[in-house]
C-alpha cells in the first residue's frame, strides 16, 4: 500500500483528493490546520478508516513535517495547503505570504531534507514525488479574445492572493533546478462542486438565495471564470503526480469559460426548478455590489498539454455538474450548518455589507 502525505486535506479540494485517494486503496496521512476553510464535515465519511490519519498542524513547522516523513515514509506529497479567497488576500495580505510563500517553502526543505537521507537506491527514494498544487491566476488577467493560459504563459499576478501563489510556485521550480528535487506542479481554474467554503461564489449565491438573501454580484458581472469540477480536478492531480514528468507545470481547466452573472443566473433557474419560492423568482434577488479591487477580467486554460501527454480531458458538462453541485447543497443542511460559523458570517459582513 502507497502513502500519501497531503497538506491542506481538510479542505474543498483536498477533501476531494483524499476521499479519492483513500477509495482507490492509498494511506493517506493528512496534515492541516484547520483555519476557517478546514472543515472535518467533509472527511466524516473517513472515521475510523485506518487509511486515513488526520494530523492537525501546520505546513510551516519544520520539525511536524520531518517526523511525519520519517514516521510514514510517504511515497507521495501533494501540497493544497494554502489561503486561497482573493477578497481576503486584499484585506490580509500578510496572512498569505506567511502560508503561502513561508509555508510552502518551509515544507519544501523539510521534505527536501527527509528525502536526502533516503538511501539512493531504494525504490521509495526513485519513485517519489512532490507535486504542488497552485492556480491559474499566477497567470494574470486576460481580454476577449486573448488565447487561454499555457503553461509557458509568463506569470503576472495581480492580487496579493495570485502574487502568493506565483511565489510558491517559483519555490517549488527551484528546488527541482538547484536540488533536483522531484517536484511537479499544476495550475488549475476555478473549481466547483461539492464541500466548497461558501465564501465562493456557486455556494454564496446558492446557500443567500435559499435565505432570500441578497446575491452579491461583483460589477456588471461580466467577469469571465473557466469552471472545473473538483472531482476532474484531482483525477487530473494524480495523473499527474504518478505520469506526469518530473520538474514539469501542468495547466488543468474545465473547458467551461460563463461570465459570473450567467453562473448566478443560472443557478437561479435551477432554484426555480428545484426549490421554487412563493415570494418570486431567485433572479430577483440579484444585487451588484461595488467591484473587487484589481479584479482579473478573464481566465481561461489551455488543456492540450496535459490531454496530450497523459490523456486527461474533464468528464463533467458544467450545466449538469452546476445542477448536482446546488443540489447537493440542498441536500446536506447539517453540513451548511456546521460549516456557516459566526467567523464566517463575520467575514460576509466585512466584505459585502458596505459595497
Request: hydrophobic letters at 35%; aromatic letters at 12%.
Amino acid at each position: 500500500m502507497k502513502t500519501i502525505l497531503v497538506t491542506g486535506g481538510a479542505g474543498f479540494i483536498g477533501s476531494c483528493y483524499v476521499l479519492m485517494a483513500v477509495k482507490q486503496g492509498f494511506r493517506v496521512i493528512n496534515l492541516d490546520k484547520l483555519t476557517y476553510s478546514g472543515n472535518m464535515d467533509n472527511l466524516s465519511s473517513l472515521v475510523g478508516n485506518e487509511n486515513h490519519i488526520f494530523v492537525q498542524g501546520d505546513i510551516g513547522n519544520y520539525e511536524l513535517v520531518q517526523y511525519l516523513c520519517k514516521t510514514y515514509q510517504p511515497d507521495y506529497v501533494v501540497n493544497f495547503a494554502a489561503e486561497s479567497h482573493v477578497d481576503r488576500s486584499i484585506i490580509d495580505p500578510e496572512a498569505f505570504v506567511r502560508t503561502n510563500v513561508l509555508g510552502t517553502s518551509i515544507l519544501l526543505r523539510a521534505v527536501k531534507d527527509w528525502y536526502d537521507l533516503l538511501d539512493n537506491n531504494s525504490a521509495l527514494q526513485q519513485n517519489f514525488r512532490f507535486l504542488h498544487v497552485s492556480t491559474d491566476e499566477v497567470y494574470g488577467a486576460l481580454k476577449p479574445g486573448d488565447p487561454a493560459f499555457t503553461e509557458k504563459t509568463a506569470f503576472a499576478p495581480n492580487s496579493p492572493y495570485s502574487a502568493s501563489k506565483a511565489s510558491s510556485d517559483h519555490f517549488v521550480r527551484a528546488y527541482f533546478e538547484t536540488y533536483g528535487f522531484p517536484c511537479l506542479i499544476t495550475n488549475c481554474s476555478n473549481n466547483y462542486g461539492p464541500r466548497q467554503f461558501p465564501e465562493k461564489l456557486i455556494p454564496l449565491v446558492t446557500l443567500n438565495a435559499l435565505k432570500r438573501q441578497k446575491l452579491p454580484v461583483y460589477g456588471t458581472g461580466e467577469n469571465i471564470r473557466d469552471w472545473l469540477h473538483v472531482e476532474d480536478h484531482c483525477d487530473a492531480i494524480h495523473l499527474v503526480l504518478e505520469k506526469g514528468k518530473i520538474g514539469e507545470t501542468y495547466c488543468i481547466g474545465g473547458n467551461s469559460e460563463r461570465t459570473n452573472i450567467e453562473v448566478v443566473r443560472t443557478i437561479c433557474q435551477i432554484l426555480d426548478e428545484l426549490c421554487p419560492h412563493q415570494d418570486g423568482k431567485y433572479e430577483e434577488l440579484i444585487h451588484f455590489v461595488t467591484d473587487r479591487l484589481g479584479h482579473d477580467f478573464r481566465y481561461a486554460i489551455n488543456c492540450t498539454k496535459i490531454k496530450n501527454e497523459l490523456g486527461w480531458s474533464p468528464k463533467h458538462n458544467f450545466t449538469d455538474g452546476l445542477k448536482a453541485t446546488v443540489k447537493w447543497y440542498l441536500d446536506n443542511k447539517a453540513w451548511v450548518e456546521n460549516v456557516q460559523s459566526g467567523e464566517y458570517r463575520r467575514w460576509i459582513d466585512k466584505n459585502y455589507l458596505h459595497r
